[in-house]
């Protein structure tokens, strides 16, 4: 009910009035029927522009820190990602992917659409980083249709570390759905889920222009900074 109250009543209408969502191929997210929609990461805000543009309910995850944060930040935290379907999962043990994963599944067995960044964080620098298999995997055990989303700019309108958006027109663009069923029952194959998480991101390197980088986006934040090479 809040989710719903959130997006149509309260926070939906000014939100649109705001920042007057672009949207290009939102006609290729099926109106019915389980749907994974992977998305580029590119700033907090994607996980509040997605369920404002989609007409059905996105059910992200995110790590349980999220709902567990003290004083008003904390509570208004929780708040947005209880109010936007979001689900909390504990990703500090080592059975936490298959919980993240298990939790989305349980979400397209009941015809739900399973929003996922493949990235599995954000962008550090714009650029579209390797994709993490988990995406491959929900897709080929639930046997639900891919529909790539791009970001195109919501990053110049909330770039990372900044607390208020930058005014300005949100741009987001669908792709077509990527049918896996040609790889049916072969999940838990290295090599198949590599070959599916890469045919995903060639879409989302397609669809937002965003230059590619062949590493995961996690170990380019962890990354020393490059020094500048002396004259």
Same mark, same amino acid.
């Given at each position: ?10 926070? %939906?209408? /000014?939100? &649109? ?8 191929? $939102? +006609? ?5 029927? =389980? ?90 620098? %714009?650029? /579209?980083? &390797? ?8 897709? $080929? +055990? ?5 529909? =790539? ?83």
């Amino acid at each position: 009910m809040l989710y719903w109250l959130l997006k149509y009543v309260v926070l %939906g209408p /000014l939100l &649109r009035l705001i920042f007057r969502p672009q949207v290009e191929g $939102l +006609e290729h997210v099926p109106e019915t029927g =389980p749907v994974i929609l992977a998305s580029n990461h590119l700033s907090f805000s994607d996980s509040i522009f997605t369920p404002l543009i989609v007409k059905r309910k996105v059910t992200f995850i995110a790590k349980a820190e999220y709902f567990t944060g003290k004083g008003l930040k904390g509570r208004l935290t929780k708040m947005f990602f209880v109010g936007s379907g979001t689900i909390p999962v504990d990703r500090s043990g080592g059975r936490a992917a298959r919980a993240a994963l298990d939790t989305q599944l349980s979400v397209l067995r009941a015809g739900g659409i399973a929003g996922i960044y493949p990235e599995g964080t954000r962008s550090p620098d %714009g650029r /579209l980083y &390797r994709g993490k298999t988990g995406v491959a995997r929900l897709a $080929l +055990e639930s046997g639900a249709p891919v529909v =790539p989303m791009a970001m195109l700019n919501s990053d110049a309108i909330q770039p990372t570390g900044q607390i208020v958006p930058n005014l300005g027109r949100v741009r987001i663009r669908f792709g077509p759905p990527l049918d896996f069923s040609r790889y049916a029952g072969m999940a838990g194959d290295r090599f198949v889920e590599r070959a599916v998480t890469d045919e995903i991101m060639y879409e989302l390197m397609e669809l937002s222009g965003r230059e590619y980088v062949d590493t995961y986006a996690q170990k380019a934040k962890s990354a020393p900074a490059r020094q500048p090479v002396p004259a």
